[in-house]
């Protein structure tokens, strides 16, 4: 589930559902926000791409934060 923040900024730690112009659909956390509000993510998992091979990414591109996950065991 993801939510689209209209009036309020993306925070460091949010994690987001961002379209990469290279890697298409990501999932991510938001490590950095720079001044002109251009987003460094970074993965948790560890074979997850690097947050320097990402490069940095436009706020714009952004689709929404995860507001909650379910658990593949959830009944």
């Given at each position: 589930m993801t939510?689209?923040?209209w009036k309020s900024r993306y925070r460091i730690g949010d994690?987001?559902?961002a379209r990469h112009p290279?890697?298409?659909r990501i999932i991510k956390r938001i490590r950095a926000i720079q001044p002109d509000g251009m987003l460094w993510l970074?993965?948790?998992h560890p074979d997850s791409t690097?947050?320097?091979k990402m490069g940095l990414l436009s706020c714009h591109l952004v689709?929404?934060?995860i507001i909650h996950?379910?658990?593949q065991d959830s009944p």
């Open positions: 939510l689209k923040r994690i987001v559902v290279h890697y298409g970074e993965g948790t690097s947050t320097e689709k929404g934060r996950t379910f658990s």
